[in-house]
């Protein structure tokens, strides 16, 4: 059973999405949904202990041995990443099982798809399976933006999948250009022949480069990261919230990239431009969050402020910063989400005026107000809960690099900004109001209050584990940091050798 | 045959880029289309190009000879499926986007 462990978390949303085709009513699809999410916790946290014996798990699909064919491979970072995607699908599963699934058609097996594809996307070790997982992600993603349907969805939606085909083109020749110079598309593969002599370098360089810039377009990295607050503010609340792992889908696959291909065989292919623009990305998003006219925007701006933040990190091609950088990823998905899913709530409790920042119906709630402000606090990086901690951890480690202090000047003036904006708009949100018209704020869902309180725990709770879940991030930084004993794992260590003759 | 194909390539990309940066959605679904065309064309080469020479290996066949490589097929095979797909699903988004607000134009605030 332990053999089969790596394949199981795609096995259950999968299995679970062709059940709930086959039993269309909503009470069934619901609780297959929510059962198979419950048990997809159980599997990763389960993928997760197994993993963290520091041994490289390989999944051969079909038997196919590496590089023939395609394989899966987790090591303590995908594991985790799988564990991270199973919670945060559980919590907006059950979210939306409060009445947002019964706003259109398909919304449960399309759900399960997009975790299908996040997924797979963080475990496979193959570039072509991840380009066919990360269409299986957008394919859902595209549909579970319009479930509600409006003319702002749709507009939204049509840029978010045109930017996504010509990503999606891009990726196709990126892989193209690799499987003509180095003969392979499994990553470990690719590793091993990019440090053998006899390949075009040029073209070999180029490819990464592309494939780089279509991560960087998942992940919203500046020159590429319009789409992402309007998409994502014009998602319904759960499926904005889903959508905050995907921009870590792309951070992880440019980590892993950098730390496996292009550290060993082209190490200043990232140097120079990316911490660049990461900054560029943070200025940008801290005074997006200062702009942004609605609750749902300013999340949206976070998610970037976040996705900016953490893109400091593949630069530096170091286990610390690395180690920093993943417990900042975990704790700043929890907290993106839980912002979608307050300003759901506050939409419905204010009535006409939703989650503008203008004066209105105030949300009253006593738990919705202190809900706020512990994700408030978590969100602009102040003592005491995870925010704090792992910005502090990132500072830390990046005060050793060279364009250290610029970042600490950026991040420290950009979380002030930030600070600002969620000060003066949570102001509006839950204290400015019009008793003339104050109307009987509605009762709000189990489900809804239950998800929602939960993440927003995740900052408290994230804080008071901080120290084992800071060890197990270094020691995942530290295994993503060994390219060496990455490529053994998967192609077996006489296969590395046996393999070592001149490409093509 | 190596040129012809470069040609075919470079044509269909730049058409397809021409009427992707069109303000109107249906040129863009064409460029979108025209653009997937170039990168199949181009996933299809990056196996070289060999004529007459199938992907098979013959029973009794001592060395690979004639034979070309069959994986960027199969890669091409799922690149069309996938295109397609999406290619599909963005026409009727676009149609709806159409019936719902009376135009095609891609820029939200912009009337044509």
Request: charged residues 10%; contains cysteine; hydrophobic residues 60%.
């Amino acid at each position: 059973m332990n053999a089969h462990a790596p394949i199981l978390p795609i096995l259950i949303p999968f299995a679970a999405a062709l059940l709930q085709m086959a039993f269309a009513r909503r009470r069934c699809q619901r609780s297959v949904g929510l059962l198979a999410t419950a048990l997809l916790i159980v599997a990763t946290t389960w993928l997760t202990r197994l993993a963290d014996d520091g041994q490289l798990r390989v999944y051969a699909l079909g038997d196919w041995p590496a590089p023939f064919g395609i394989v899966l491979v987790v090591d303590r970072l995908a594991a985790a990443m799988t564990l991270l995607t199973a919670v945060l699908g559980f919590l907006t599963l059950l979210y939306a099982s409060a009445g947002f699934d019964e706003r259109g058609k398909h919304f449960h097996p399309l759900f399960q798809f997009q975790l299908v594809g996040l997924l797979g996307a963080f475990l496979t070790g193959d570039l072509f399976n991840l380009f066919v997982f990360f269409e299986v992600m957008l394919l859902a993603s595209y549909t579970l933006l319009a479930h509600g349907g409006g003319l702002a969805r749709t507009r939204a939606g049509i840029t978010y999948v045109v930017l996504n085909l010509i990503g999606s083109a891009i990726f196709l020749i990126a892989l193209g250009l690799l499987y003509g110079t180095l003969g392979t598309l499994n990553l470990a593969d690719l590793a091993n022949r990019l440090t053998l002599p006899g390949h075009d370098q040029a073209l070999a360089r180029l490819a990464f480069a592309l494939l780089i810039a279509v991560f960087a377009l998942k992940a919203g990295l500046l020159p590429l990261s319009f789409w992402l607050p309007h998409t994502y503010s014009a998602a319904g609340a759960p499926v904005a919230a889903l959508f905050v792992i995907m921009t870590k889908v792309g951070i992880v696959a440019i980590l892993r990239v950098q730390a496996i291909a292009l550290a060993p065989a082209m190490p200043d292919l990232l140097d120079n431009w990316l911490t660049t623009l990461a900054l560029a990305t943070v200025v940008l998003a801290a005074l997006g969050t200062l702009a942004a006219g609605r609750l749902r925007a300013l999340a949206a701006w976070l998610v970037l402020l976040s996705a900016g933040t953490l893109l400091l990190a593949p630069a530096q091609a170091s286990a610390q910063v690395s180690a920093a950088a993943i417990y900042y990823l975990v704790q700043s998905t929890l907290a993106g989400a839980a912002f979608f899913l307050l300003a759901g709530i506050i939409t419905a409790q204010r009535g006409s005026t939703a989650d503008h920042f203008t004066v209105g119906p105030p949300a009253t709630a006593p738990w919705l107000q202190v809900a706020f402000l512990t994700a408030a606090i978590t969100a602009a990086g102040l003592p005491p809960f995870s925010g704090f901690i792992g910005k502090l951890m990132l500072l830390m480690t990046l005060r050793e690099v060279a364009a250290g202090p610029v970042i600490w000047a950026v991040l420290l003036s950009c979380g002030f900004l930030v600070m600002i904006a969620l000060a003066r708009n949570g102001c509006y949100l839950l204290w400015k109001n019009q008793t003339s018209s104050r109307p009987a704020p509605a009762a709000v869902a189990w489900q809804k209050v239950t998800a929602t309180l939960l993440l927003v725990a995740a900052g408290p709770l994230l804080a008071v584990l901080a120290g084992p879940l800071s060890d197990y991030a270094k020691r995942a930084a530290t295994q993503l940091h060994a390219p060496g004993a990455y490529v053994a794992g998967v192609l077996g260590t006489a296969a590395a050798k046996s393999h070592a003759e001149a490409p093509r | 045959m190596d040129a012809l194909l470069a040609i075919a390539v470079g044509v269909l990309t730049a058409c397809g880029v021409f009427l992707i940066l069109r303000a109107r959605t249906f040129p863009v679904l064409l460029g979108l289309t025209l653009l997937s065309y170039a990168v199949n064309l181009f996933l299809f080469a990056s196996g070289r190009l060999r004529v007459d020479a199938p992907p098979l290996i013959r029973a009794g066949a001592s060395a690979l000879t004639n034979y070309t490589d069959p994986l960027p097929q199969a890669l091409v095979l799922t690149a069309i499926v996938i295109g397609f797909g999406m290619t599909a699903y963005l026409a009727m988004l676009a149609l709806r986007s159409l019936s719902e607000s009376g135009s095609d134009h891609v820029d939200t605030d912009q009337q044509p």
